[in-house]
């Protein structure tokens, strides 16, 4: 299977625990994204990645979120000192695509993790 | 971001054709024109893309009104996997010119034996 993995797909938390996602994106993909989305609504972008580099964050990444993608290649999304709010799908994404330049193809998401704050 | 109306659902029967409308009077003279779906407990799946021209993939066809203003997505035959929300998306372009995805609501489509 060569497509975006997500691990784990469900996770329930205590509030206040710390959480962290792992994201596989497609092996030759330079460009990775974390959406949000809560129930009845559409992914919410939370940050962008080319390679290793962070180059974008949403104002809905607080203080508490945190992602890295260290060698630029798997990402992780943790989420510290978790609220009931923060309960979600967590979607990854991953796209190809030459630095600069208008993006005209396809991002490819992963299953998601499903997280649940009690 | 760049604003995209949906109708909330639509239903169709089984090997009919579906139209889903899509309207974006604020689209900007570059904004590439998305359609994503999302079936039940699963990411968004990529369906097709365009600018200007009408375009044909293996999924689907997109017609793009002629003041880009609106487009319709078209399944020529529904069948019951074809059952999601379908997201009409402008693209958005951020500071460092990445493709940020704004979704919106989407329409569910119900598709009936």
């Known amino acids: 299977d060569t497509g975006v993995s997500q691990d784990p797909r469900h996770k329930i938390t205590k509030r206040g625990q710390n959480v962290t996602f792992r994201c596989d994106p497609i092996s030759e993909h330079n460009r990775l994204y974390w959406y949000r989305q809560t129930l009845g609504q559409g992914p919410e972008f939370l940050t962008y990645?080319?390679?290793?580099?962070?180059?974008?964050k949403s104002r809905l990444l607080s203080d508490r979120f945190s992602a890295e993608r260290p060698k630029g290649s798997f990402s992780t999304l943790e989420i510290q000192r978790t609220e009931q709010g923060d309960s979600a799908m967590y979607l990854c994404?991953?796209?190809?695509?030459?630095?600069?330049?208008?993006?005209?193809?396809?991002?490819?998401f992963g299953p998601g993790t499903r997280l649940t704050v009690t | 971001d760049a604003k995209t109306t949906q109708p909330n659902s639509m239903e169709s029967n089984e090997e009919e054709p579906v139209h889903l409308p899509c309207n974006h009077s604020?689209?900007?003279?570059?904004?590439?024109i998305h359609w994503y779906r999302q079936l039940p407990s699963q990411g968004p799946e990529y369906v097709i893309h365009g600018l200007t021209s009408n375009v044909n993939n293996r999924m689907a066809s997109l017609a793009i009104a002629e003041d880009r203003k609106s487009s319709t997505l078209i399944l020529h035959r529904a069948t019951l996997r074809d059952a999601a929300v379908y997201y009409c998306?402008?693209?958005?372009?951020?500071?460092?010119?990445?493709?940020?995805?704004?979704f919106g609501t989407g329409t569910r489509l119900l598709v009936s034996p």
């Open positions: 994404a991953s796209s190809s695509g030459t630095s600069g330049g208008p993006f005209k193809g396809e991002q490819y």
């Open positions: 990645f080319q390679n290793e580099a962070q180059l974008e």
């Open positions: 998306i402008l693209r958005d372009v951020g500071n460092t010119g990445f493709q940020k995805l704004v």
């Open positions: 604020t689209i900007s003279g570059t904004d590439y």
